[in-house]
């Protein structure tokens, strides 16, 4: 393994940090090993390991509605769910 002489430094607003940590922790991963898998990954997949694009109108209002609980559907179990499907 190369020797690990190279460091990073950014700047990010407190409560991210902080959800992202939690979310670090419970995986078991501390914030330089989270760096170090993010960038194997850019590596492994030769740029970033997920899509990054501008959503259209369409998406975004459906994002914006999702997030404040517009157009879901609750079921009591996953029967109904399935039954509602038509499976």
């Known amino acids: 393994m190369a ?17 992202v940590e939690a979310i670090l922790d419970k995986l ?13 990954q850019i590596v492994i997949n030769e740029g970033l390991p997920f899509e990054v694009k501008i959503p259209n ?19 009591e179990n996953v029967e109904d769910m399935f039954k509602d499907l038509g499976i």
């Open 3 to 19: 020797t690990k002489t190279e460091s990073i430094r950014a700047r990010i607003e407190p409560e991210l940090k902080h959800k």
């Open 57 to 75: 109108r369409e998406t975004a209002k459906a994002i914006r509605d999702t997030e404040k609980g517009i157009g879901l559907t609750h079921y």
């Open 28 to 40: 078991g991963l501390n914030q330089t090993e989270a760096i170090r898998l993010f960038y194997n």
